[in-house]
């Protein structure tokens, strides 16, 4: 058992995952609330959508990465040795797309649950990204000051990245979940807009290393896409309130 | 679910004006937290340790190094692990500045930090780490507090540590740091 304790490296990335999980289970009666969609349904989809995103981020990663690996259950839940986040985030998609299988396009009814997904990720996004205290990994990029600030142990002052990304994530939040909005259009723009920061923030965090490729461009996509799926639902509202039907 | 169940929309319209205002007020006072510390703490604090902490550890071939070895002409120490994402991204940067620079009397050493000999030997010939690489049995972590993977010490002549780098390591700022620990070593 100490060396299976050993190996997984009980430190930072099973915390985070720990408060990730908290976040959620916390949040999810009051996405419910807000979106007034059935308790119950938020929560199964928070549930599997977590776990599907953990568990094809990690496979994906694994397959591209060290496919030998792929046998070995350690491997597959030393989840510090590497994620692909994109995958992950197509499989939470599929997931809502399941959820919705009877629905036709990106209806009213679609579009609403692919708007509690966004909020999903998003409060994912941003409890690992303060749990980066757990993790003793704030630092980011190299960046003068006061963009940058001395972290203990380093030598240079570096912005704290994820912390960064965490404190604009939650004026997003504040901004539009004003009521002009309807929910849906809120938790979408939300959704996209954390994509798009992702790739800013990511993008400045690793230069002069040659990490950034297909992912950045693929979130970037995706961020617009939601983007424009939140003003898709905006539209649809203005014809069709209230957002969603009352006796489901 | 019955309609009863579900809140009115005038009580979910003020659910979401309060929370977005503590969201706002929150993330507001968050980035003038942020901004405080970015000019209370410009300034990096001088690494504390004077010299190299001791160490011997095996190293991949077979053989064994000691810090003491070390001595006499800056080192570069890069603490790594084959499964480690950031540390694959920095291996070519490591790989072409060891290479241009084995001949100046700059030494590299890779640490192996959780991870097998057999990955880490595999992982370093892949990716032409071509310098002496040592499993860390946990004491040079303990001792060195290694934060994150990968994390990079940059040590002069007499040992002193003149910079901890945390991440993967830009070419550009590896290059400053090793010429800041050449003129640390002929200074007084």
């Not at chain 1, 190996?7 to 949040?27: C, D, K, P, Q, W």
């Not at chain 1, 849906?184 to 992702?198: D, H, M, V």
């Not at chain 1, 693929?218 to 896409?225: I, Q, S, W």
Request: contains cysteine; aromatic residues 6%; charged residues 15%.
């Amino acid at each position: 058992m100490s060396e299976l304790l050993d190996f997984i490296y009980l430190r930072g990335e099973y915390v985070s995952l720990l408060l990730v999980t908290g976040m959620l289970v916390f949040a999810g009666g009051r996405v419910a609330v807000l979106t007034r969609l059935p308790r119950s349904e938020v929560g199964d989809l928070f549930w599997n959508a977590g776990i599907t995103f953990v568990v094809a981020a990690r496979v994906s990663y694994l397959a591209v990465e060290f496919p030998a690996s792929l046998l070995d259950p350690l491997v597959l839940i030393r989840l510090q040795g590497g994620l692909h986040p994109l995958v992950g985030v197509l499989a939470v998609i599929s997931i809502v797309a399941w959820h919705t299988r009877g629905e036709h396009g990106l209806s009213e009814t679609r579009l609403a649950w692919l708007a509690v997904a966004a909020a999903g990720l998003v409060l994912t996004t941003w409890t690992y990204d303060v749990a980066c205290l757990a993790r003793e990994a704030c630092y980011g990029a190299e960046a003068p000051s006061p963009l940058g600030f001395a972290m203990s142990g380093l030598s240079d002052t570096r912005m704290a990245t994820p912390l960064v990304e965490a404190t604009l994530l939650l004026i997003a939040a504040g901004g539009l979940l004003s009521p002009q909005l309807s929910m849906t259009q809120s938790l979408l723009a939300l959704g996209g807009i954390a994509a798009l920061l992702r790739v800013a923030l990511t993008s400045a965090s690793v230069q002069g290393v040659d990490a950034v490729g297909l992912e950045t461009a693929a979130f970037v996509v995706l961020g617009l896409v939601v983007l424009g799926m939140a003003l898709s639902a905006g539209r649809i509202v203005t014809a069709t309130s209230p957002v969603v039907p009352h006796d489901r | 679910m019955t309609n009863s169940d579900i809140p009115s929309l005038p009580t979910v319209e003020a659910i979401r004006r309060s929370l977005a205002r503590v969201l706002l007020g929150t993330g507001t006072a968050l980035a003038l937290v942020l901004i405080v510390a970015g000019f209370a703490l410009a300034n990096p604090r001088p690494p504390a340790r004077a010299g190299t902490l001791p160490f011997d550890l095996p190293l991949l071939d077979g053989d064994s190094i000691t810090s003491e070895e070390l001595l006499g002409q800056p080192v570069v120490i890069n603490v790594w692990a084959s499964w480690c994402p950031p540390c694959r991204d920095e291996a070519p940067i490591l790989s072409r500045v060891a290479a241009e620079l084995g001949d100046t009397g700059v030494r590299f050493l890779g640490i192996v930090s959780d991870d097998t000999a057999s990955n880490a030997r595999e992982f370093a010939e892949k990716a032409q780490l071509d310098f002496p690489h040592a499993i860390d049995d946990g004491s040079f972590d303990h001792a060195y507090e290694v934060q994150v993977l990968p994390t990079t010490y940059v040590l002069d002549a007499m040992g002193a540590l003149v910079a901890t780098h945390l991440g993967p390591i830009s070419e550009a700022r590896l290059r400053v740091l090793i010429e800041e620990a050449q003129i640390s070593e002929s200074g007084p």
